[in-house]
């Protein structure tokens, strides 16, 4: 009546569905719910094979931990948007060009289907790791050394008794009172049975292989565990490929990851005309990027991946139409050039970073200044004082390698396929469990609302126009708030 969420059966069915196909029952019933306005309120409640009620998420979990059953907590959901039975095919197999993309490498196959036209499926060898680009690029960091682990013995339900989470709630903690809150509520900077609320800005602490927590059943392992709701690439009318749900997925659950080679900024830069899937790792400015626009709304620049960033200018909304207009085909042509994660396009994206290096070098002049000069005692004391204060120059000390690149062109996964849409159902979130190095976090997305069956998979690009010469690109997302253009 037990088995691996994995296990073949289970690949042709919601992850939610596999515990239904060994004795489980999700039942939806009415109960009274207490209140003179809405007396009666309907709920899920889990039945166990042995015929246990379990009526919320800590209830299933204390079952699952009594009876170390080899199912996780995110097999299990009392959202009532879910229905866990669905699962969308393809009748016609004429369609399905390809079975299992990723080749065997994730936990689950992910078809690839075209009903549209006869392109052959994109040539791109699948990997779930990143990996070094060259010998060129050092990622010592990465490795179990750099990380620090928990000493849980069990599957790390309780955040208090969690090292690896104290570090997630420690690094929000430092953030200005108005980063730590969603409007008038306060954010939760942690899963919730593997479940994220709400995107945290800080990065986020997985337990790794330091830990002595049980891996499988771990609740704060997501990103590092293999792809688990059924997903299929399918070919767009007119953005290309794209990646489509199978099933219905809760919201806050984890899709996939943005896997790809490592680059530092000055490989990036040598290789400005092939950065159509490239990828900033800039958790660091992403979180100075929040800081400067919850500062000043005006602000709409974003430095990288990850940022909330949209357009506000009347220019950045018109309609491209006309000259203006790209065709299907056109538009099918330049998903690749849009599939660049760093929000900024293909050629503002290496202006961003030169831009951040002369900012750099101007900071070092004027930091020297005019040795020449001599200050009066109390601007003396002044200029201690600063210099015992001054915040840590990220910039300055790693120099070269301050900013890692992520490159899936050649070598990536599931991520790479993900479109934009202006209502997106999609969120990046940065993770950190492989090394606790800043400059090195997992891109992760997570749905951001319930996802229906059947129902594409996008996120915001946010792409900001820093370069007037960079060719306009029309958007087909088919909103109902389209910005109608992605650059």
Known sequence: ???????????????????????????????????????????????????????????????????????????????????????????????????????????????????????????????????????????????????????????????????????????????????????????????????????????????????SCHRKACHNRVVQNNIKYPMQIFKTAQSGWGVRALTDIPSGSFICNYVGALLTNDLADQLKNDDQYFADLDLKDSVETHKMMENDPDIDADYGYGGDSEYNSEEEREHVDGDGEDSADDARDKTVVMKSTNKNGSSSMVETRQTRRKEQEEKDKEEKGDDGEEDDEEDGEESKKEQVEEVFNW???????????????????????????????????????????????WVAFFTTKPVKAGDELCWDYAYTVLNPDVERLSCHCGAKTCRRRLL
């Open 395 to 441: 910039d300055a000390y790693f120099k070269d390698s301050a900013l890692f690149v992520v490159d899936a062109k050649q070598r990536g996964n599931l991520g790479r396929f993900l479109n934009h849409s202006c209502e997106p159902n999609v969120q990046v979130q940065h993770v950190l469990y492989d090394t606790h190095d800043l400059r090195l976090p």
């Open 1 to 211: 009546m037990d088995s691996d969420p994995y296990d073949s059966k289970f690949h042709h069915c919601s992850p939610l569905h596999s515990p239904l196909m060994c004795g489980w029952r999700r039942k939806k019933v009415t109960m009274k719910g207490g209140k003179r306005r809405s007396p009666w309120k309907k709920v899920i409640i889990y039945f166990a094979p042995c015929g246990k009620p379990l009526y919320e998420m800590p209830e299933v979990g204390e079952y699952l931990r009594e009876t170390r059953s080899m199912f996780t907590i995110d097999c299990f959901t009392f959202s009532e948007e879910v229905n866990t039975e669905i699962y969308i095919s393809v009748t016609d197999k004429k369609y399905v060009k390809v079975d299992d993309f990723s080749g065997g490498v994730e936990g689950i196959p992910i078809p690839l289907v075209n009903t549209v036209d006869d392109e052959a499926p994109p040539k791109m060898e699948y990997s779930k790791r990143r990996f070094q680009f060259d010998q060129t690029v050092s990622l010592g960091s990465i490795n179990r050394d750099f990380c620090s682990g928990c000493s849980c013995e069990g599957d790390c339900s309780d955040a208090t008794k969690c090292e690896c989470q104290q570090l997630t709630m420690q690094s929000i903690a430092r953030l200005p009172k108005h980063l730590q809150y969603n409007g008038k509520e306060k954010m939760i900077p942690l899963y919730e049975n593997r479940v994220l609320h709400n995107k945290v800005i800080s990065g986020m602490y997985e337990c790794n292989d330091q830990c």
